[in-house]
């Protein structure tokens, strides 16, 4: 089971974390994956981070401004998002890399002024 939280609503240029509880699994042998939907729009892959931590992977349009971390001991990935955008308004997931499990609800995040 995968449960988002931490959105929220920010003006242009704040910062939010978001959380991700994982159970059910093994947390600590998967890579994991933040991802986004805006309305009307795909699902698009935002972050990757490798099982153990050491490898993270960004798309270009949060290069630079956000950063995923986890932590095996408590079974939670996170995403630190600075300096946000209107741009970035979406409902945030995160799932496995691969094997994806059962897609959470999500936390939404709105950032506007």
């Known amino acids: 089971q995968l449960v988002e939280s931490g959105g929220g609503s920010v003006q242009p240029g704040g910062s939010l974390r978001l959380s991700c509880a994982a159970s059910g699994f093994m947390f600590s042998m998967h890579p994991m994956t933040w991802y986004r939907q805006a309305p009307g729009k795909e699902r698009e892959r935002v972050a990757f981070i490798d099982a153990g931590g050491g490898a993270k992977d960004y798309s270009d349009a949060v290069q630079g401004r956000f950063i995923i971390s986890r932590d095996n001991v408590k079974n939670e990935l996170y995403l630190q998002m600075n300096n946000l955008r209107p741009e970035d308004t979406a409902l945030y997931y995160c799932?496995?890399?691969?094997?994806?499990?059962?897609w959470g609800q999500g936390t939404q995040v709105t950032v506007s002024s």
């Open positions: 799932n496995r890399a691969t094997a994806k499990l059962a």
